[in-house]
């Protein structure tokens, strides 16, 4: 039987937009993935779906309902609690990037392991392996602006593997790129996924991106409306042809 690494029941979240008026974003949402899934969550602009992101990842706290990650019950912990939360077990992969400008791609991926408290030696050796594993090695001490989007998202990924999360949680991760780079992201997250055994969601607004994963499930109007299997999903299959970290 399948480990549950995301276990969410009749998750609500309303925003208050002024006394009495209140904005209910989501709606009843019960949701499991399982402990080495690859799932995406698709869904258009306004759908929903930032919001479950940011509740998935301990961002923001939802309104009522159960949200047990890995075991923990998240609504019951301190900011502290979910600060550490999301250091050290969940990943994020965003479509702006977010790196920090001043620092060169090596310090930006050290980063969360100076906040976990690992040693220097420590964190320079993990850096300089992920950025290996990205096919970034000789990019490793170039400040952002000085890499293009795909390199970018690339020091991303390797950012949110330092700590080698349970969860690797990536909001419209090739929205930002070319057909070409988006693709060479893709790649990567199905090695991490095949090579690591890593949980990945996927939150995204592109079908052809969705049918990659697992498992497709569809939110509207902040509602789970559809939830499949993908039938053509075989390890290490659905790769595009470029397929350059094979």
């Known amino acids: 039987m399948s480990e549950i690494m995301i276990d969410i029941r009749n998750l609500v979240k309303k925003v208050f937009i002024g006394s009495p008026n209140e904005l209910q974003i989501l709606k009843n949402i019960t949701i499991t993935i399982n402990k080495g899934e690859f799932v995406s969550i698709v869904g258009v602009s306004g759908s929903g779906k930032t919001t479950l ?121 090739t929205g930002a790129l070319d057909s070409v780079t988006g693709r060479v992201v893709m790649d990567l997250f199905h090695k991490v996924h095949e090579t690591k055994g890593t949980t990945v969601v996927l939150i995204t607004h592109n079908h052809e991106l969705a049918e990659e994963t697992q498992r497709i499930l569809t939110i509207k109007d902040g509602s789970i409306v559809d939830e499949k299997r993908n039938p053509h999903w075989i390890l290490g299959k659905k790769r595009g042809e470029m397929n350059v970290f094979s």
Do not use: C, W
Request: aromatic fraction near 4%; glycine fraction near 6%.
């Open 53 to 173: 992101m940011n509740v998935i990842g301990a961002l923001d706290r939802p309104t009522s309902g159960e949200y047990i990650l890995d075991g923990e019950t998240i609504q019951k912990m301190s900011d502290n609690e979910l600060s550490d939360i999301r250091n050290k077990k969940i990943g994020f992969v965003f479509q702006t990037f977010n790196l920090i400008p001043r620092n060169s791609a090596l310090k930006n991926i050290e980063l969360p392991m100076l906040y976990a408290g690992m040693n220097r030696h420590q964190r320079m050796q993990r850096a300089k392996e992920l950025l290996e594993l990205v096919g970034m090695s000789e990019r490793m001490h170039h400040l952002p602006n000085e890499l293009s989007g795909g390199e970018k998202q690339r020091v991303a990924i390797s950012r949110a593997l330092s700590n080698d999360p349970a969860i690797i949680l990536a909001d419209e991760p």
